[in-house]
Structure formats: C-alpha cells, structure tokens
C-alpha cells in the first residue's frame, strides 16, 4: 500500500509540475511563473497553481521599446525618413482634399452658369415669340385696312 500511495503521489507532482512548466511558457511575465513554480513545489498544500486553478494571471500592457535619440546614423536616417514620409503623406492628404473642394466648388459654379443659361435662353425664345405674334398681328391689321387696293 505504501508504494503504492508514494507511486499516486509522485504522479501527482509530475502532472502538476507539467502545468507549472505550460504556465510558464504560456507567460511572459517572470513574477508570475515564480510564483506558479512556488505554489507547485508546496504541492500538498496547494492543489494546483493559479492558471489550473482558473485564476487568469495579470499581463503588463505591452511597451513600445524604442531608442530614443540614437546616435547610430541609421537609425536616426530611418527616423528622419519616416518623419518626412508622414508629413509628405499629411500634406498630400491635405493638398487631396483642397483639390477636391475647389473641384466641387467649381462644379457648382458651372450648374449654376448652365441653369441661368437655360433660363435666358427660354426668356430670349419667349421673347422673339412674342415679337413675333406682335408682328403677325400688326401684318394682319394692315392688310385688312389694305385689302380694296390693287397693286
């Protein structure tokens, strides 16, 4: 019975050290899988280390590394290079949207130009009606008058 219950035992402790060894791979963080190798060393007191226990660990947000004012000449070529491309790409976006302005602007100005045009036109061809029927009228009255006399 004893070696059996040292056999159940050490199979206990080797799958909860197989956890621990997932937990650590599974976190960045080195508090943290120190604190799960803790936990599974004392393994008869603590049943299982926080991640088996279902407790998700903390992760520090993720940092930007960057070097900050680098003396290497590359690297400072690189950064001057991505500093004028996004001000290119800025000041392009902006010309962009000049471009665009002015184009509806200019669009709106000729619709207006042809309505006007239109609305002339139809005043001129109501015009030169009119005249027209002035001048049949002003025929037709004379001709009338006219009529007895032979030419």
Do not use: C, W
Not at 11 to 38: E, W
Not at 54 to 59: A, D, I, K, R
Not at 65 to 90: F, H, W
């Amino acid at each position: 019975m004893t070696k059996l219950h040292s056999l159940l035992i050490g199979t206990a402790l080797t799958a909860f050290a197989a956890t621990a060894a997932v937990a650590q791979t599974a976190q960045p963080a080195a508090g943290i899988s120190g604190q799960a190798q803790i936990q599974t060393q004392g393994a008869d007191l603590a049943p299982a280390a926080p991640a088996a226990q279902g407790v998700q660990p903390v992760t520090p947000a993720p940092t930007r590394l960057t070097a900050s004012g680098s003396t290497d000449p590359l690297v400072q070529k690189r950064d001057a290079n991505a500093k004028a491309n996004a001000e290119y790409r800025a000041s392009k976006k902006a010309s962009k949207t000049e471009l665009k302005d002015q184009q509806k602007a200019a669009k709106a100005q000729y619709k207006e130009q042809v309505r006007d045009a239109k609305i002339n036109q139809k005043a001129d061809k109501q015009a030169a009606n009119n005249e027209m029927k002035m001048n049949m009228e002003g025929q037709t009255g004379t001709q009338a008058d006219g009529a007895d006399v032979k030419h």
